[in-house]
Nanobody, 114 residues
């Protein structure tokens, strides 16, 4: 079974930047669409962005122009570059393969606060 390990979360001030990483094992990584999700306190988990095997990306409206998803198929890793962070971006961020829906990793906490 696949395993997901997210990292890179931190406390950051509004307007700041972070880069999240997700290491993936146990699947043929390059064959699958990968995605980042997030879950804010008291809210359901929601999709943030996806990237296909060729690197083509999709973003939900609330992160367009601020976040960038990418992947390194040689390293079995997917990234999320987050810029112009807002307090409403505060959440635990997770990655997964939408077509497989692996067991969720522990996520990485992003807190945007002054």
């Amino acid at each position: 079974q696949g395993q997901l390990v997210e990292s890179g979360g931190a406390l950051v001030q509004p307007g700041g930047s972070l880069r999240l990483s997700c290491g993936v094992s146990g699947i043929l990584f390059r064959a699958y669409i990968m995605a980042w999700y997030r879950q804010a306190p008291g809210k359901q988990r929601e999709l943030v962005a996806t990237v296909d095997s060729s690197g083509s990306a999709y973003y939900v409206n609330f992160v367009k122009g601020r976040f960038a998803i990418s992947r390194d198929n040689a390293k079995n890793t997917v990234y999320l570059e987050m810029n112009s962070l807002k307090p409403e971006d505060t959440a635990v961020y997770y990655c997964n393969a939408p077509n497989l829906m692996l067991h969720w990793g522990q996520g990485t906490q992003v807190t945007v606060s002054s």
